[in-house]
Each structure stands twice: as C-alpha cells, then as structure tokens.
C-alpha cells in the first residue's frame, strides 16, 4: 500500500511533519513502512512549456526542432519523441536542470541545430512506465490545455509528495485505503480529522433506464450486499492531472476518466468497484451466480479463461460479464463509444474471491481488498460518490436512485474491558484521563463506569472483536516505548531434552556408529510412490495444488523416498549405499481432519560394503548386516529383551522369504528384510538391497523410565550345548521360545552357535545347534537342577514334527 502524504494532508494536517520522523511513528503504532519516494527530490528548473513551431530536421527519421514558450522567453530545443506536435503543454527541462540519475540538462547541439534544454517524459521525471498511461509510455506526456505556461512542473504534478510504502499485516485491511489510513494517523498523531468528501453532479430521472435493470443474487453468500447506478451521457476522455498523479503515485495506471474513478474511490475508500457498458450488455437483468463448470469467459486482458463451479460471476441474463471481484469482461467494458455506464458496487464472499484470484493468477488491487475485508459500511456512501464523480468528469448526469441487493444488516460490535484486566495485561497503570484521551483519538465512542468501559467500534475498524484487540489498541496509542521493561518474574527451569528428542539424538548417534549416513527427503511424494508400503487402513493425505505431480502426496512410509535416494546416488557411481533417515509419515482420517503424524526410523543398504583391497576381497551388504544393525539399536534404547521378528509375506515390495515383521510386546513396530530383487531393478539397484523401518513413537511408548543396574552375580554359570535336527521349515524362534518356556527361571540365554544344511544332511533337514547359559545369582547351581531343565526343555521339543535331538 502506497500512501501519499499530500492525498492524506487533505483530511488530516501533516504541516510540518517531517517524513522520516512520520515513518517511523508509523512504524511503531504497527503500520510498518518499508520506504520512502518522493519524486520531487532534487528537481528543479522544470517548467510547463507551450510548443509554439515543430518542424523536422532534414536527414534525420525522428527528430524536430521545436520552439518552445516558457514564459519569459522562447526556446529552440531538438525533440525526438514520436508524439511530439505544435501546440502542445509539455514539460521542459532549462539548462541547469538535473533528472534522476544525476542527468545534468546543458546546451547543446544536436544535428547543427542548437537546443536549449530538453522535453521530458514521465520515465525521465523517475516515474515508474508501469504505471504511466499507455499512451504516453514511448513519447512525451502532454499537459492539460489550461496548465500555466511558465509554471514549476514540480509544483504544478505535485511531485514533492513523500510516498509511503506500507507493509500492512493481513489484519489490518482498515488501513488500505486513504480514509482508513487519515482515522490512524489521525489517531497516532493525536489530530483532527476532517473526512467528509462532497461532489456535485447534476441528476436526472429516468425511469426506463432505471426500471430496465433487475439484480438477482442466487445464494445469499455469493454477495452479501450489491448496488447498480447508471450516469448516462457521458464522454470517455482522460482524467484530470491531479487525478492521474495520484493514481500513479499510488501504483496504478491511468486508463480513462471512467475508470480512473473506480481506482481512484478503490484507494480513497478501499472500495472495489466496476463500470459496465451499459450498452453493450445483452440483458440488463444483472444476476450474481456461480459459474457453470466449463464455461469460457473472456477477461479484460482478452484472455479465455474456463470456468468452474466454485468461481463467481455476474451474468447479463445467461452471459458471463465479470469475474465477481477479480477481472471484468472483455465484451462489456468501457471504450471511447461509451455514453451510459453501469456502476457496480459491492461486497463478494473473500474465500470465492480467493479461490478465482489465485486459480487463473489474477491477483489485484481489488481482489486483494476483497480477500482481505472492506468495510461494510461504506458501500453506499463510496457509490454516490463515485457515480457524481463520474458524472462530473464525463460530463454526464446521474440517473436518480440505486438498484440494490442487501441481505445481511451492519451491526455494532461493543467490546466492555475492565481496568484491572488492563493494568494486568500491559503491565503499566493507565489512568481513566488517559483512556478517555485514547478512545477519543481512535475515535471509538466509550461509556465509561466505575470499573470498566464499554466501547463501540465503527464499522471502519472490523478487525477488532475480542478484548484483546481492544488491549492492543490501547497499548499502540499509549505507546509500546512508553511501557517500562520489565524481566518476567517466577521459578527458572532447567532445560533438558523431552525423550522424544532424548530418542532422536540417541539414534543418530547410534546410526552414525554404524557407518550410516543421514539423509533428509522430501515428505511429498508422487501418487504412484505414495502406494508403496502403503497402509490401507488409511486415506492418503494429497495437496489440492501441488507445486508438481511429484511432490502431490504425503507419504506413508519412509520406503519410497529411501529408495529414489539410493537410486540417485547410484546413478552417480555411488556404491557405497548405506544411510539412515529420521522422517515422518502422515495418515489421513477425512476430509477437514488433521492426519496423523508417526515418526520413523529407516535403514537402507545396498551396494560394497568392503572394497577389495590387497589383503581382503570385496564384500557386498547381506541380510544380517541390517539385522544386526537392528539388534544393536533395539538393545541400546532398551527395548530389545521384548523385541521378536515373525516371518511376513504381506508386502509385494519385500522379498517374501527374507522379511520380517518387528514386534515389541506383541505390537507390531516396523519391519526389516530384502527388498524384492524385482524392486530393486525398477530402480537400477543391485538386487541385494535392505531396507528397514521403526515405529519410534512405538518405542518410545515402550522405553523403560530408567536403567536398573544388577549387581555383578558372585556365583558361577553352567553352560549346555543342545543340537537339534529339524524339518527346514521349522523357525528358529519357534525353538528358541520352547527352549525359554521350559528353561526355567536359571535358564539366561539361548544362543544358536551354528545352523548347517550340508553334506551328511536329509533333504528337507536342518542341524541347529544351540548354546544355553545356566546361572543363579544367589547360590550355586547343581548339575542335577541343570539336568532336570535340560530334561524338561527335550521332552517338549521332540514334541515338535520332524525334530530329532542329536
């Protein structure tokens, strides 16, 4: 937001304000500016000028010899702007002038010709060429027939007007537009405020014009409040300087007189508005709707544009004429044949608003009001002003009365505070003297008690809802530099780590001593990775505007981005694949729901573990790398004397004969395995690639408060060796269970020491031999008591089909 200090001198007095020390109150109070322009800087010998003679110069394409009044004298100058021609105003630069850039303005000669100063255009007075008008944006700027020869251009545009530039926060939508803008600076100050803007414009009757428009606003929320005027009559012409300045000062291009009210009533009052042809327009029944899916409109800026249901639209009987608050219609907008104009004024919902805006990019002044807030209250007054500006411009007449769409009332907000509750919040003692004082300045009528106040906010302020607004009100006015610093008060606290992060630092830390490398990957994948050790129990979590396809979901497994890693690096001669990833993975629960968020913990290997060297020859990543990866990380968060793996075959990505599911507790909290060799090849990896991933939410459930120490036992252990021939199917925890069950309570750990399926062997047979500690901690062990729990754990395994002990 652009905000000239000469617009806002007209309703508040800025006499004597010094820009910078107005910034920064500004600044202060909550309205950040982030610069300052002021074109006039600098300027001077600049002069409006009348070409009296223009004669081209012989060989030459595009240069004239110009004789050029300036009051006190006619100068020669050599111009070559295109549209340069005998009578016109023009600004003229003498000798001495010095333009942006540190262009110094001398005599000189051009072609034999002598020339006493220049012709400027508005780029060379430091005007932006987006915002000057189109006409004039590759020659001179031509002056009105009545600006005063001899007269300072600086003077006369009004160029020395400090600008503004404002970074308004989202909330405060109040202060986009001059009249918001006068009420805080009015308030800030401490001044008056004198905002009561009066135009004459001669009206008429005409009730077949009148009588001919209808409004129908199908849906109540499409448009809260919808006005039509009609100024007949009028005569398209370009807009009076001081108008063209404004706007252009403020950012915006001057179009026509027509127009230019539009934008020039958007920045005074923050108030969207459009004029239609009134002519142009098949049907004069106005109807506010939502688009039919499929529709193509064409804009103002003659572009096709394919509409949906959720866009809004204002149609002349069936026909598309504008995009309800973004972009008017190609057909029906103002031309130089226009004599009869259609005013729109209006409220549009923000979020439809939002949805087209940002749908086909067309983000603008209007729309970005309309998002954000106008103020409802305005509506009307902003109308009748426009219309009789309008009229007054293209010397046209205002058709008396207004047709007009309202369903839904303006009422007033009160907000009632208590004193205390002041004093509690700021932290400073503001005395009632003082309040009515800041009420006063912001201009919010307030009744005051014994106790609290009572204060109605203006319809202008539709930011401010709750108690806290109102303490942040007081608190900008009083002023933040006046509140005294304080240090907070209370009980200090150690900072520590939460176990989750206890977690977090713990697994890096062992992955890292692993010889892993960390990776971070994106969250987002593509819809075809996303069903990769997917979970069907869950909708998947997908971006309405993806920034593209392959960013378009929210993964439920760390699987797919493990694996476009791996394949990265490898493509790249990267052999040595072997990293670890702390991510997250998301679940849906439907729509407008937050989905669930788990943490996790993924291993991938693949590739030379070892290089060949001269004393040892290559080795490749296998199984039980991971696996004992796996072991050692569970064991160190102290989970692993509840951990167990059972075979699985239920995911299509992992090799069905080397998976396992990890479960702690009977839970199940992650799997490790092969990646099937099919897999693998999809992406250019060997086909021994592992891959494992931990629930670490799950473990965290799980993780003991705090580590017991058990003393150093002081009485010898016994060892057994078992040997066990067995059916080739048979799983080694399926024994190890029985031999634990039966074991009894000396029974320590059950080791297997050697498994072997060679020679001397039966098909379909395999010898597992396993070692088992024996130990009492608080007594010595008899070989009669090992030997009755080596009894009890045989009896129960030739129990088992095809087991046979050795």
Not at 154 to 172: C, I, M
Not at 233 to 258: A, C, E, H, Y
Not at 384 to 410: N, Y
Not at 626 to 631: N, Q, S
Request: proline letters at 4%.
């Amino acid at each position: 937001m652009k905000l000239s200090m000469e617009w806002l001198n007209q309703y508040v007095d800025l006499t004597g304000v010094d820009p910078l020390d107005f910034a920064e109150i500004l600044s202060k109070t909550g309205l950040e500016v982030e610069g300052i322009e002021n074109l006039g800087d600098g300027l001077s010998r600049l002069v409006v000028g009348e070409v009296v003679a223009c004669e081209p110069i012989e060989d030459s394409d595009h240069l004239n010899l110009t004789k050029v009044n300036v009051r006190k004298e006619t100068v020669q100058i050599v111009c070559g702007a295109p549209n340069i021609a005998t009578g016109q105003k023009v600004i003229v630069a003498l000798p001495g002038a010095v333009l942006p850039g540190d262009f110094k303005i001398k005599k000189s000669k051009l072609r034999g010709h002598e020339s006493n100063g220049m012709i400027c255009s508005l780029q060379e007075l430091g005007i932006s060429e987006n915002v000057i008008p189109k006409k004039y944006a590759d020659g001179i700027y031509v002056l009105p027939n009545d600006a005063p020869v001899g007269t300072d251009i600086v003077e006369y545009l009004k160029l020395n007007d400090p600008v503004l530039e404002l970074d308004l926060t989202p909330n405060r939508a109040d202060a986009m537009s001059i009249r918001g803008a006068v009420y805080e600076v009015g308030a800030v100050l401490d001044k008056s405020v004198h905002f009561n803007p009066t135009i004459e414009s001669e009206k008429v009757q005409d009730d077949v014009l009148l009588n001919a428009v209808t409004i129908d606003v199908t849906e109540n929320d499409l448009s809260p409040h919808y006005q039509l005027r009609i100024i007949k009559d009028v005569t398209i012409q370009d807009s009076p300087v001081w108008m063209q300045m404004r706007l252009m000062k403020s950012g915006i291009r001057p179009i026509n007189n027509i127009v230019d009210v539009t934008n020039y009533f958007l920045l005074l009052y923050g108030q969207p508005m459009h004029t239609f042809d009134y002519d142009a327009l098949n049907s004069h029944d106005i109807k506010v709707t939502r688009a039919k899916d499929g529709t193509l409109f064409k804009t103002l800026d003659q572009s096709d544009r394919e509409l949906s249901n959720n866009d809004v639209v204002i149609q002349s009987g069936v026909t598309p004429v504008a995009l309800a608050g973004v972009m008017g219609g190609y057909d029906s907008e103002v031309t130089d044949q226009t004599t009869t104009i259609l005013l729109e004024v209006a409220r549009f919902n923000p979020e439809y608003v939002r949805l087209t805006s940002k749908k086909f990019n067309l983000r603008s002044e209007s729309s970005a009001r309309y998002e954000k807030g106008i103020n409802a209250a305005t509506v009307h007054e902003a109308g009748d002003l426009a219309a009789a500006l309008i009229a007054q411009l293209g010397q046209g007449k205002v058709v008396e009365g207004v047709i007009e769409s309202a369903s839904e009332e303006i009422e007033e907000n009160t907000i009632s505070l208590k004193y205390q509750t002041i004093t509690e919040k700021l932290g400073v003692e503001i005395t009632l003297d003082e309040l009515k004082s800041i009420m006063a300045r912001l201009g919010f009528e307030t009744e005051f008690a014994d106790n609290h106040m009572v204060a109605s906010i203006p319809p202008r302020r539709w930011d401010i809802h709750i108690e806290a607004d109102m303490l942040e009100e007081i608190a900008r006015i009083y002023g933040y530099d006046n509140i005294p610093t304080t240090l907070p008060t209370g009980e200090t606290t150690v900072g520590t780590l939460t176990k989750q992060q206890q977690l977090q630092r713990k697994t890096r830390e062992l992955s890292e001593g692993f010889g892993l490398n960390q990776v971070i990957s994106y969250v987002l994948t593509s819809k075809e990775q996303a069903t990769l050790m997917d979970n069907p129990d869950y909708p998947k979590v997908e971006l309405l505007m993806p920034i593209s396809e392959e960013r378009a979901v929210l993964r439920q497994s760390m699987f797919p981005a493990m694996m476009e890693i791996a394949q990265f690096n490898k493509a790249r001669q990267n052999t040595h694949l072997a990293f670890y990833e702390i991510g997250n993975v998301f679940f849906g629960q439907g729509k407008n729901q937050q989905p669930i968020e788990e943490e996790r913990f993924a291993i991938l290997l693949s590739g030379i573990k070892n290089s060949s060297t001269w004393y040892a020859s290559q080795q490749s990543y296998d199984f039980y790398d991971l696996k004992g990866m796996a072991e050692s990380y569970l064991e160190s968060v102290g989970v692993q004397s509840e951990i167990t793996y059972q075979l699985t075959q239920d995911y299509e990505e992992m090799h069905p004969g080397r998976t396992a599911v990890i479960k702690l507790d009977d839970e199940s909290i992650g799997l490790l395995g092969q990646v099937h060799p099919t897999m693998a090849r999809m992406y250019d990896l060997p086909d021994e690639t592992f891959f494992m991933e931990v629930k670490m939410t799950a473990v965290l459930n799980h993780l003991q408060s705090m580590s017991i120490q058990s003393p150093i036992p002081r009485f010898p252990s016994s060892t057994r060796d078992l040997a066990l021939l067995v059916n080739e199917e048979t799983q080694h925890l399926y024994l190890v269970s029985i031999i634990e069950e039966n074991g009894g309570q000396y029974l320590q750990s059950v080791e297997l020491f050697d498994l072997y399926d060679g020679d001397n062997i039966e098909d379909g047979k395999k010898s597992l031999a396993y070692h088992l500690l024996f130990q009492n901690p608080e007594d010595t062990l008899t070989d009669e008591a090992i030997d009755q729990a080596m009894e009890k754990i045989q009896k129960a395994l030739v129990e088992v089909s095809g087991l046979s002990i050795r």
